[in-house]
């Protein structure tokens, strides 16, 4: 009798524990493998994206690997890391698209050979996404160009500073500013840079942007390093009381910004959310719970200014590192 109670409790803790591991996404010694292919690896943004990743990955025990290229230009590189992730094992991939269009085809290759994708930030052309995770772009290009209509008075002569235009959140925020400040009856769009996503090749085209038509009183910066250089092109020119300079993110160069004058809005985004809620969205996948995924899921974003700089929301969205989504 004594035997048999003793092997009715190894079974049931055999069986705990293979429901345990199962629940942690383990089972004996195997984890998840995801691989989260960023669109780089050099800005706060994705160092924020890369915190929210971790995070998930212990709370799931999922194996993670982060890569991303040097510069935000460079969608070959990233479809390298795709096509080297799945030579890896990848089970699923998180990924955020240089290249709406060039990048796809590597993403379809990754889900021919089984790999479950998620999208974060910006999406790409793939119908092979489960689900997109991050900002509503043309919502916040609207928040970014009503922070000046509500602050600027008169007319606006704007100028605008993007990245690729083969990226597509860049291009929806745009889309989303120049439709807000048409709809306004007061605003005229005077020019359009795109830049490399490099703070200093964008204070260089952002000074030449201003010289060349000193008649513009708003500018927009549509990512973190195009605000980081524009905040510079503005700060080095001295037009911070004639320029009103609304930004996208949390940087340290761009908050000084707005506590020095130069910087007026920042829009910033939750990029650690982002990298949580794709590794989470992954592991979910992964466990055979893809049916409890949206097929878009939009991730807080906020308007930042002097005048709630140090309110405890605009902390809490300046500083994410350690804030786990609710």
């Known amino acids: 009798m004594r035997r048999n109670r003793a092997a009715a409790m190894g079974a049931a803790l055999a069986l705990l524990c293979l429901l345990c591991a199962c629940g942690s996404g383990q089972v004996g010694s195997e984890r998840h493998k995801v691989a989260l292919v960023a669109k780089s690896t050099q800005t706060e943004f994705?160092?924020?994206?890369?915190?929210?990743?971790?995070?998930?990955?212990?709370?799931?025990?999922?194996?993670?690997?982060?890569?991303?290229?040097?510069?935000?230009?460079?969608?070959?590189?990233?479809?390298?890391?795709?096509?080297?992730?799945?030579?890896?094992?990848?089970?699923?991939?998180?990924?955020?698209?240089?290249?709406?269009?060039?990048?796809?085809?590597?993403?379809?290759a990754a889900a021919q050979a089984g790999v479950e994708i998620v999208a974060i930030d910006s999406s790409v052309?793939?119908?092979?996404?489960?689900?997109?995770?991050?900002?509503?772009?043309?919502?916040?290009?609207?928040?970014?160009?009503?922070?000046?209509?509500?602050?600027?008075?008169?007319?606006?002569?704007v100028g605008l500073v993007n990245y690729d235009e083969a990226t597509a959140n860049g291009q929806e925020r745009q889309r989303g500013a120049v439709e807000a400040f048409q709809e306004s009856g007061r605003a005229q769009v005077v020019a359009v840079v795109n830049t490399l996503v490099e703070a200093e090749r964008a204070r260089e085209d952002t000074a030449a942007l201003l010289r060349e038509h000193p008649e513009i009183n708003v500018l927009l910066a549509f990512n973190e390093p195009t605000s980081v250089g524009a905040a510079g092109a503005v700060e080095a020119l001295g037009l911070a009381d004639r320029v009103f300079l609304v930004g996208f993110d949390s940087n340290v160069a761009t908050i000084d910004g707005l506590q020095e004058g130069y910087v007026d809005a920042l829009v910033v985004q939750n990029p650690y959310a982002m990298g949580y809620l794709g590794v989470e969205s992954a592991y979910q996948l992964l466990a055979g719970r893809g049916s409890e995924l949206e097929p878009v899921v939009d991730t807080s974003t906020q308007i930042v200014n002097r005048n709630n700089l140090f309110s405890l929301d605009s902390q809490k969205a300046l500083f994410a590192f350690d804030q786990r989504p609710e």
């Open 46 to 108: 994705w160092l924020s994206v890369f915190a929210g990743a971790q995070a998930a990955a212990a709370e799931y025990n999922v194996e993670l690997t982060l890569a991303g290229p040097k510069t935000e230009e460079d969608y070959e590189t990233q479809n390298r890391m795709v096509a080297d992730a799945v030579e890896a094992g990848a089970q699923a991939l998180v990924f955020s698209a240089i290249d709406y269009e060039n990048n796809a085809a590597a993403i379809d």
């Open 125 to 157: 052309d793939s119908d092979q996404v489960r689900t997109y995770i991050g900002t509503d772009n043309h919502a916040a290009g609207r928040m970014a160009a009503q922070a000046a209509l509500e602050q600027v008075d008169g007319p606006l002569y």
